[in-house]
T-cell receptor
Framework: GQQVMQIPQYQHVQEGEDFTTYCNSS?????IQWYKQRPGGHPVFLIQ?????EVKKQKRLTFQFGEAKKNSSLHITATQTTDVGTYFC????????????FGRGTQLTVWP | DTGVSQDPRHKITKRGQNVTFRCDPI?????LYWYRQTLGQGPEFLTY????????KSRLLSDRFSAERPKGSFSTLEIQRTEQGDSAMYLC?????????????FGSGTRLTVV
């Protein structure tokens, strides 16, 4: 079963609206990674967060790692149609480069 | 090197048959991972290698599944006596153990359909 919980499962927004997906683990994670999977595609690495309370930005995307290293969020400002896809969080326990535990993903649909 | 390659892209097999998939990772990556993904789910871990050593194998992996990475380069995943429940996308990924914020690089996957 899934070791990492992710909500919501689906999100439909109009272009220009903001979007947030949340990730939660019952155990402390060594790091959290975020991936994007376009329809029919494979997961593509977006970013890795390692430090407690870390915040990173990539253009319109903001990633946060919780103080307890058990939760994380991805926020997209002013969504565009190119943001469509499923966003997965994934964490490791112990080694930072070992087995990744993936969340179920949030499927984002953006209406033009 | 253009990324992680998987072969075949699609495989349709009859229940009870054996299938084998191949993965060629990025050449400088020493870690290789196999995941399985079904519709609406996140990738589910199967096993991973560092060089030729298989470091971890999921408890969910029955003895019908076996993976090898004989020379620390490409890897194969074999499923014996396939069942309909094995139908899924099988994803291979590779990564480096060097320093830096490296994530996995995934291949395009092998979609298995068991009929």
């Amino acid at each position: 079963g899934q070791q990492v919980m992710q909500i919501p499962q689906y999100q439909h927004v109009q272009e220009g609206e903001d979007f947030t997906t949340y990730c939660n683990s019952s155990t402390t994670l060594s790091n959290i990674q975020w991936y994007k999977q376009r329809p029919g595609g494979h997961p593509v690495f977006l970013i890795q967060l390692v430090k407690s309370g870390e915040v990173k930005k990539q253009k319109r995307l903001t990633f946060q790692f919780g103080e307890a290293k058990k939760n994380s969020s991805l926020h997209i400002t002013a969504t565009q149609t190119t943001d469509v896809g499923t966003y997965f969080c994934a964490g490791t326990r112990g080694s930072t480069l070992g087995r990744l535990y993936f969340g179920r993903g949030t499927q984002l649909t953006v209406w033009p | 090197d253009t990324g992680v390659s998987q072969d075949p892209r699609h495989k349709i097999t009859k229940r009870g048959q054996n299938v084998t998939f191949r993965c060629d990772p990025i050449s400088e990556h020493n870690r290789l991972y196999w995941y399985r993904q079904t519709l609406g789910q996140g990738p589910e871990f199967l096993t991973y290698f560092q060089n030729e050593a298989q470091l971890e194998k999921s408890r969910l992996l029955s003895d019908r599944f076996s993976a090898e990475r004989p020379k620390g380069s490409f890897s194969t995943l074999e499923i014996q006596r396939t069942e309909q429940g094995d139908s899924a996308m099988y994803l291979c990924a590779s990564s480096s153990t060097g320093t830096g914020p490296y994530g996995y690089t995934f291949g395009s996957g092998t979609r298995l359909t068991v009929v």
